[in-house]
Structures are given as C-alpha cells and as structure tokens.
Nanobody, 118 residues
Framework: VQLQASGGGLVQAGGSLRLSCAAS????????MGWFRQAPGKEREFVAA????????TYADSVKGRFTVSRDSANNTVYLQMNSLKPEDTAVYYC????????????WGQGTLVTVSS
C-alpha cells in the first residue's frame, strides 16, 4: 500500500496549484482520501477529505471556498485544487488513506512542499 504525492512548488499569493496523490491501495473505491498539511513549527492539520462511498467532501474552515478535493477512480488518484493561495497556506502537504469505516488514516504519503510567497 503506497501513496505518492506530487504537485507542490513555489507560487505567488493569489495563485493556484493542483496537488495529486497516486494511490496503490487495492480497490481504490474502498478508501476515503484525505489531505493534511504541516507548516514549520506547527502541528499537522486536516485540510480536506473525500469519502469512499458517496464521494462526499469535507474541508477545514481555513480552505473552504478556495480548495477543492476530488478523486479519479480510473487512475486511483486524488487531487487537491488550491486557488487563491495565501502565504499561510505554506506547508508540507500530505495525502493519506482511510479504509471504509476505519477511524484512522493509514497509510500516509511522503509529502509535497507548497510555498506561497507574498
């Protein structure tokens, strides 16, 4: 079971990036997928998630209306479209998977760095 995140980089405030997470998790439709981030000196925090069943989505208040999480079951990939980026969005972004009704996200990807300059 492996997750590979990509798409991070340096962007100016107000710009956009799309993160991708390719998942090798067997039957992809059995897994909810989440995005988390960790800024320097801060704890890791939840960003967004998309469920395994109905594909419902949830977002942290700080990114609502700016970020969109989606999944492509044909390619076992989950995306995080990030628009109107702010310097406070600077962090290492991680994707993670949660099996069906499990309460725990496991496994985790390796992280991709997003830097937003002011």
């Amino acid at each position: 079971v492996q997750l590979q995140a990509s798409g991070g980089g340096l962007v100016q405030a107000g710009g956009s990036l799309r993160l991708s997470c390719a998942a090798s998790v067997g039957t992809f439709s059995n897994w909810s997928m989440g995005w988390f981030r960790q800024a320097p000196g801060k704890e890791r925090e939840f960003v967004a998630a998309i469920s395994w069943s109905a594909g419902s989505t949830t977002y942290a208040d700080s990114v609502k209306g700016r970020f969109t999480v989606s999944r492509d079951s044909a390619n076992n990939t989950v995306y995080l479209q990030m628009n109107s980026l702010k310097p406070e969005d600077t962090a290492v972004y991680y994707c993670a998977a949660k099996y069906r009704y499990s309460s725990e996200y496991r496994p985790w990807g390796q992280g991709t760095l997003v830097t937003v300059s002011s």
